[in-house]
T-cell receptor, first 109, second 118 residues
Framework: GQNIDQPTEMTATEGAIVQINCTYQ??????LFWYQQHAGEAPTFLSY??LDGLEEKGRFSSFLSRSKGYSYLLLKELQMKDSASYLC??????????WGAGTKLIIKP | GAVVSQHPSWVICKSGTSVKIECRSL??????MFWYRQFPKQSLMLMAT?????????EQGVEKDKFLINHASLTLSTLTVTSAHPEDSSFYIC??????????????FGEGSRLTVL
């Protein structure tokens, strides 16, 4: 079967660092995506990992371990505008995205 | 980044009427477009995959006669919700994969359309 797990909700402080984990089990693997979604808006692309390791892009970094079926999104120097849901999604062998339920990140001053 | 425009952003209609939602890729050609639906506090659910010039591929449980998808050109796909009912009220989002940018897998999303059926 196909399954993606990520925490439902996390809370962090402005200026701090937070790591959002995602574990997955999918049939076929063509990469893992992280998307950010603010309430009432469409998701926006953050990162794409298909090889093991860390991809850094400004304040955001994403890590993938294919052997462990594990990824994380790391957000540094948190800002209030980072309050959003963060969606983990894998792409299967048919290039379809399989979405996790999302992690709601709450940033406190 | 590439731009995908979705219209209308908000629509309210009476039960039994049909609603058409448009999804346009503004600065690239999209051979494949995806239509998603998102109910409150739930994740995006893929409804169908739309390929230019051919019939859409619907996910299990999605009624193809109720949700009509047309992808007549490389820049436009439409979703028509026929005989809408209150349970069809949802957030509908389209996304597109660019033909021009190689298959990086990156999807570009429209702004979404919030449908409310009275």
């Amino acid at each position: 079967g196909q399954n993606i797990d990520q925490p439902t909700e996390m809370t962090a402080t402005e200026g701090a660092i937070v790591q959002i984990n995602c574990t997955y089990q999918t049939s076929g693997f063509n990469g893992l995506f992280w998307y950010q979604q603010h309430a009432g808006e469409a998701p926006t692309f953050l990162s794409y990992n298909v090889l093991d390791g860390l991809e850094e892009k400004g304040r955001f970094s994403s890590f993938l371990s294919r052997s462990k079926g594990y990824s994380y999104l790391l957000l540094k120097e948190l800002q209030m505008k980072d309050s959003a849901s963060y969606l983990c999604a894998t792409m299967d062998s048919n290039y379809q995205l399989i979405w996790g339920a999302g992690t709601k990140l709450i940033i406190k001053p | 980044g590439a731009v995908v425009s979705q219209h209308p952003s908000w629509v309210i209609c009476k039960s039994g009427t049909s609603v058409k939602i448009e999804c346009r890729s503004l600065d690239f050609q999209a051979t494949t477009m995806f239509w998603y639906r998102q109910f409150p506090k739930q994740s995006l659910m893929l409804m169908a995959t739309s390929n230019e010039g051919s019939k859409a591929t619907y996910e299990q449980g999605v009624e193809k006669d109720k949700f009509l998808i047309n992808h007549a050109s490389l820049t436009l796909s439409t979703l028509t919700v026929t005989s809408a009912h209150p349970e069809d009220s949802s957030f509908y989002i389209c996304s597109a994969r660019s033909q021009d940018r190689g298959d990086t897998g990156e999807l570009f999303f429209g702004e979404g359309s919030r449908l409310t059926v009275l």
